[in-house]
């Protein structure tokens, strides 16, 4: 029991410390081990506090999913902010950033998206989130194109479609990081230039 555990911690923080163990918990043990009552256990809490924060292990693992994505998601707007304003320097940053996600976040994200695979609500959730990566990649791609807003999109989702494609080669050691990142960037500039 760490010393932080036991002291009376204001929401977020508790939140935040939980799900910082959570991680800690499906790295060392994996998720089948990752249980409410575990991760109370080991964060020196009682069970009602983690089920007050989550709900169920679903919802645990749906926050902790949606943690790890919002880190990348900040690291990818802040690269953003930096590029050149080029299709080309845009279409290199966002398929880095994507293939970089798979290799720096650890094995825990893929356990995590593993576990809960067939759960209604992380369905859902993975729908809001490739619904917001189309988004993200719309208003990044859109000074660039002529495309309609309604081909922008479409294009966009394929984007997605061929990232995840090309990462899962990626994962199974098929292609180098840098390849998969470069070919994903071929595919979106010719996808996307008029």
Known sequence: MSETSSKKLPKAQRRDQLLDIAQTIVREEGTDALTLGYLAERAGVSKPVAYEHFKTRSGLLIALYAEIDARQVTVLKDALTRTRRRL???????????????????????????????????????????????????????PFTNLSEEELHLRCVGIIGAAEAISREMIRGRVEEAKAAATLATLIIRGLST
């Open 88 to 142: 080309e320097d845009v279409a290199r940053v966002v398929s880095r950033a994507y293939m970089n996600c798979y290799t720096s976040v650890g094995p825990e994200w893929h356990a995590i998206s593993a576990a809960l695979k067939g759960d209604e609500e992380m369905e859902a959730f993975q729908r809001e989130l490739i619904d917001s990566y189309v988004a993200l990649y719309c208003e990044a791609f859109a």
